[in-house]
């Protein structure tokens, strides 16, 4: 069985920081795609980084230089590290399992940011 475990959701005031991790198992983590997705109340879910198989990085526009993104192969978890954090960042914050060549895509349960002073 797939499951996706994020932790490390929670308050914290505009400028701060949190450090999200998505822990997997049931999967041969290695070779799979991750990303993180947001959700905020009213909006559609939205992509904010991946990191491939292959370590090769992508983020939206608006948390460039802000967020990074990471991986341990070796624990099966993935992080995003959240840095300056803004009120826009508020939203339920997702994790992503892809092996597209596999048509194989798993999602975690959501941990909760809000971003407010």
């Known amino acids: 069985q797939v499951q996706l475990v994020e932790s490390g959701g929670g308050l914290v005031q505009p400028g701060g920081s949190l450090r999200l991790s998505c822990a997997a198992s049931?999967?041969?983590?290695?070779?799979?795609?991750m990303g993180w997705y947001r959700q905020a109340p009213g909006k559609q879910r939205e992509l904010v980084a991946s990191?491939?198989?292959?370590?090769?990085?992508n983020y939206a526009d608006s948390v460039k230089g802000r967020f990074t993104i990471s991986r341990d192969n070796a624990k099966n978890t993935v992080f995003l590290q959240m840095n300056t954090l803004r009120p826009e960042d508020t939203a339920g914050y997702y994790c992503?399992?892809?092996?597209?060549?596999?048509?194989?895509?798993?999602w975690g349960q959501g941990t909760q940011v809000t971003v407010s002073s």
């Open positions: 990191i491939s198989s292959g370590d090769n990085t």
């Open positions: 992503n399992a892809a092996y597209r060549r596999m048509n194989r895509d798993y």
């Open positions: 049931g999967i041969v983590f290695s070779i799979y795609d």
